[in-house]
């Protein structure tokens, strides 16, 4: 006979797929009629953007365009050109299949890049694309926290935990024309285009999230009244998105991220003609995965006076989430050429950012890594190329936090630069983070007890028993070991705690 049992529902996120994969693309560009040939490649920079992703079944395909852009210098070797063009690009991955509603947060980066001009009008390129993703499904666990037996005894224990209530993923377009800021000379191409965006604010209430930040904007062009002087541009754009999040309310805990996708920056005529306008459009993904706090009770153990008992158990685990720590580190570096003495930055950035952490000793231990760029003039007149990548360690005290577990979201942003001697500059950068703590526990819990049929039951007669316990012995223990009521125990002995503070007798009346 089984007792009968409580449930208590648990709702968690269930990763179906959580990894990387590549797309690789081959690919060659003739230039058109209007470049001028190659003498020299300085720079060759492709950027993944991803534009949909679609999970069918057992599979998780992601769609996007690498935008390429190949810095060279001219026959004369005295101007900088920029030849640009796109390349679509597919990747898919099997998942867990499954039949729940699925939400996926994805990365793009570039992985890997050759390029060479194999003739002074045609560039061959090998590219790969890291996909990075995350594909969760909401389910439930109905969690046994009572049995409805007077006979049987059980030992519980309460954890306090994050339950999911929703995930979602919401994809927008923002769009914008702005005009070039303090009479910049108009626009005649656009070499370099970097874009990032950031959440300023979010609120939960009434079943909506309420999310607002910007895209940033930064892109480097060459000029168009005198063809060979560069300009740089920054340029941010609000948005407010309302998000439909069935159970979203104040109080939720809210892990959210913003993803740049496919974005495009054309230059736009004004009312006389020239390109002082830049049409910028930006596809973004906002995921956000929202958890509540609450207690969970569950049954360790259990046994019974009159009879013994067929014990099933099942294993979980519960998320506690500690918070979202932020910070902006920042770190200084020196940046050395070789060739030629520097007369001129005309542009630096970072690239290949990224940013590992880890919780150890009450301390957040970052990995941080990027590529600093840097395009400039020689005392000579020429212009030249260089890059150099960069590794630093940073840690922060997290106080008595029980963290084990981090999921950080970062970029890094060259913010500060100056020429120190003729070989040297030195640069500064930031890397905004945003750290995601947490931790899991893994729990064994009793999900039924059932009187074994074939085994005959325990004989009734009362018996007083003085048992010698010794120091730190868990009262529960005893209570088993005899089959008598916990209650009784504690009752007879005027014993509270979960264990004997000191070595004495115990008395002990099965009843």
């Known amino acids: 006979m089984q007792a009968k049992i409580k449930t208590q529902p648990y709702e968690y996120f269930d990763p179906i797929f959580d990894g990387s994969f590549e797309a690789p693309i081959d690919t060659e560009y003739n230039l058109p009629d209007y470049c001028p040939d190659i003498q020299k490649i300085l720079k060759c920079q492709a950027v993944p953007e991803v534009s949909s992703y679609l999970i069918s079944e057992d599979t998780l395909t992601v769609d996007g365009v690498c935008d390429i852009r190949v810095l060279y210098l001219d026959s004369k070797g005295d101007r900088v050109y920029s030849c640009d063009f796109t390349k679509d690009f597919t990747a898919s991955v099997k998942i867990k299949a499954t039949e729940e509603k699925a939400v996926a947060y994805i990365q793009s980066a570039l992985d890997h890049i050759t390029c060479r001009a194999v003739s002074a009008r045609r560039v061959d390129m090998h590219i790969a694309i890291s996909l990075k993703a995350l594909v969760v499904v909401q389910k439930q666990e109905l969690i046994t926290c009572d049995m409805g037996d007077d006979s049987v005894e059980k030992l519980c224990s309460t954890y306090s935990a994050a339950q999911a209530v929703n995930a979602v993923c919401h994809q927008f377009t923002t769009e914008d024309t702005l005009s070039l800021k303090n009479g910049k000379p108009p626009i005649e191409t656009i070499l370099r285009k970097n874009v990032t965006c950031r959440v300023s604010d979010y609120r939960l209430s009434d079943g909506k999230m309420e999310v607002t930040g910007t895209a940033d904007v930064c892109f480097l062009y060459q000029s168009a009244v005198d063809g060979t002087s560069l300009e740089k541009m920054n340029a941010t754009i609000e948005f407010s998105q309302s998000i439909d999040c069935s159970g979203a309310e104040e109080g939720c805990i809210c892990d959210l991220k913003a993803v740049v996708g496919d974005s495009s920056i054309q230059p736009r005529e004004d009312d006389v003609g020239e390109y002082t306008n830049v049409n ?232």
Request: proline share 3%; charged share 30%; glycine share 2%.
């Open 280 to 511: 910028i459009v930006v596809k973004i993904f906002l995921v956000a995965f929202l958890y509540k706090p609450c207690e969970i009770e569950v049954i360790d153990d259990a046994y019974s006076v009159r009879a013994p008992l067929e014990l099933r158990y099942s294993q979980t685990s519960f998320l506690q989430i500690d918070r979202t720590h932020t910070e902006v580190l920042k770190k200084k570096s020196a940046l050395t050429v070789s060739e030629d003495e520097i007369e001129k930055v005309l542009d630096i950035w970072c690239e290949q950012d990224s940013v590992q952490t880890v919780c150890d000793k009450g301390k957040l231990n970052y990995r941080v890594r990027y590529t600093v760029c840097m395009l400039y003039q020689s005392s000579g007149g020429r212009v030249l190329y260089t890059e150099k990548p960069f590794d630093y360690n940073a840690a922060t005290e997290l106080g008595d936090s029980q963290t084990r577990k981090t999921d950080t979201f970062s970029r890094t942003e060259l913010w500060e630069y100056r020429i120190t001697d003729k070989n040297t500059v030195e640069i500064s950068v930031e890397t905004p983070t945003s750290t995601f703590l947490y931790s899991r526990t893994s729990v064994k819990y009793l999900t039924s007890a059932g009187v074994n049929e074939d085994a005959p039951a325990f004989e009734t007669e009362p018996k007083l028993l003085v048992y010698y316990a010794s120091a730190g012995e868990r009262l529960w223990d005893i209570a088993k070991n005899h089959r008598a009521l916990l209650s009784d125990i504690q009752a007879q002995n005027d014993l509270y705690d979960e264990v004997v503070p000191t070595d004495r007798p115990i008395i002990i009346c099965n009843r």
